[in-house]
């Protein structure tokens, strides 16, 4: 029978660096924070028309300053929330208490 022997550094040093390649391995890419439009057809998982759509409403965060429209993460998450049909119909009252945008 083997038998091995690890003092507890060494075992959570063996802990942390699996770990530590686990969370690189699996961890989704980081978004920009200001997304492109082949970006935004990425993490919508929608098609190049769908975009323009959504580029085109007035209520839609987008940025076109720069050139190219570029639609800012975190107005893009509140957007999301704001039209969530869901959120709108159930959850409107904890958002007005809680002091948070929905």
């Known amino acids: 029978m083997l ?23 699996y961890t989704p890419n980081q978004l920009p924070p200001m ?4 970006q935004l057809m ?13 580029l085109n409403r007035e209520d839609f965060p987008v940025i076109r300053e720069f ?5 800012p993460l975190h107005a893009l998450m509140v957007w999301i929330n704001e039209h969530t049909e869901w959120i709108r119909d159930n959850a ?10 929905a």
């Not at 038998?3 to 391995?25: C, G, H, R």
């Not at 997304?35 to 082949?38: D, E, G, R, V």
């Open 67 to 71: 050139g190219h429209p570029r639609v």
């Open 42 to 54: 990425e993490f919508l998982g929608i098609g190049s028309t769908k975009a323009s759509e959504l």
């Open 92 to 101: 409107k009252d904890y958002w007005e208490r809680t002091g948070s945008v």
């Open 3 to 25: 038998k091995v022997e690890f003092d507890t550094d060494q075992l959570k040093s063996i802990i942390d660096a699996a770990v530590s390649k686990a969370m690189k391995q």
């Open 35 to 38: 997304m492109t439009k082949k």
